[in-house]
């Protein structure tokens, strides 16, 4: 089918009507491969997680910079000071008195963070730190005591590390907010669980999340029953059979949940490897327009229809799809016929219309129901 598009461009100086008409040759012809991934650059495996390990602790040595007045401070460092063996006074009812430290200036309470890579971590591991000011003006100069860093959970008293040294600002950050390089050794190991029980739970990144790729993805693993892993360490002839299948089930649009084969019980990590070098046929994308008009990008799928419409914008007038009158060009248009937008926007293109009066014509066709597709902001 040809469906045609004509335009005619105003001039508001001169009674010339200019036509331009474009003719979209839309024969048809047999859809593309879908493009594949790995589905290792899909998904991860639940149980390899960033984690974040958090303490409150104190800067000292600062230059005036500290909190004033801050009774907390003032008790963490007295209490700090205790249990390193200094002199400290105590009240009437056995209480540290925090009078000799009220006045410390180049002391401040700090919020202080780590995180554990998605591999976890190992005692003796090192790790940056981050330490963010909460009451001090500047921690510019400032050295971290030793603090105990604790997991998310607060009713988890575990310290996993243990984090101290000089502090670094940031050339162009602020001055409340440092970072001390390898300053948190790991006091505990923290594995990174990759099955439970013989369930491995594969997580799709966000830009994958849909019912479509999930059911694609349990489609894909289920189908190998007359695959195993070759000595090249991919897919070859041999065969899953019986128990030794890998089953595979969709459990929403994030999670997909694979059994491991009884043939890989004791060497998962072979299974996992495999698994993840699985390819997956993507979903196509082809009716999707997506529009960024921050920075004036459009982008066009190819399959994206528009509805036989007559379009007037300032200059131009647009007649897009089955036009009568137009048969000498195309003997079979009818009112009926679709357009591409495509083609659309490569006219518009060619006469030189602003990219945000393409936008501005999108949004109208998509407002009233004219264009066949799915229309992305960003």
Do not use: W
Request: with cysteine; aromatic share 4%.
């Amino acid at each position: 089918m040809i469906s045609p598009m004509k335009f005619h461009r105003f001039d508001c100086q001169h009674p010339v009507v200019v036509v331009v008409m474009v003719v979209a040759s839309l024969v048809a012809s047999a859809p593309a491969d879908a493009a594949s991934l790995k589905l290792g650059d899909m998904c991860r495996l639940k149980g390899q997680e960033i984690n974040t390990l958090q303490g409150l602790g104190l800067v000292v040595g600062l230059r005036g910079t500290g909190d004033n007045d801050a009774a907390p401070t003032a008790r963490a460092l007295s209490r700090m000071m205790q249990l390193m063996g200094g002199p400290m006074a105590v009240d009437s009812l056995g209480q540290l008195d925090i009078e000799d430290v009220a006045e410390a200036k180049n002391v401040a309470m700090v919020f202080v963070t780590a995180k554990i890579p998605a591999v976890g971590a190992q005692n003796g591991d090192l790790m940056d730190v981050t330490v963010n000011a909460i009451n001090a003006k500047s921690l510019e100069g400032g050295y971290l005591m030793m603090t105990p860093l604790l997991g998310p959970r607060a009713d988890n008293p575990t310290v996993y590390a243990i984090a101290q040294g000089s502090i670094r600002l940031s050339v162009d950050g602020a001055a409340t907010s440092a970072t001390i390089q390898g300053g948190a050794k790991m006091e505990a190991t923290v594995p990174a669980a990759f099955h439970d029980d013989g369930i491995i739970t594969l997580v799709l990144d966000g830009d994958f999340a849909s019912f479509d790729n999930t059911q694609r993805i349990e489609d894909e693993i289920n189908s190998l029953s007359a695959l195993t892993l070759g000595d090249s360490g991919r897919f070859s002839g041999g065969g899953f059979s019986g128990s030794d299948r890998p089953r595979a089930q969709a459990i929403d649009q994030l999670h997909v949940q694979v059994e491991i084969p009884s043939l890989y019980r004791d060497s998962p990590i072979k299974f996992i490897s495999l698994l993840l070098n699985l390819p997956i046929q993507l979903a196509s994308h082809s009716s999707r327009v997506v529009i960024n008009e921050r920075e004036g990008i459009v982008v066009i799928g190819k399959d994206v229809e528009i509805a036989p419409v007559l379009v007037t914008h300032r200059s131009l007038r647009i007649e897009a799809g089955g036009v009568a009158g137009l048969v000498g060009v195309n003997d079979k248009a009818n009112e009926n016929d679709t357009a591409k937008l495509k083609n659309l926007a490569d006219a518009l293109n060619a006469l030189d219309v602003p990219t945000s009066d393409l936008i501005a014509i999108i949004k109208t066709l998509k407002r009233k129901g004219d264009l066949y597709g799915e229309v992305v902001f960003q």
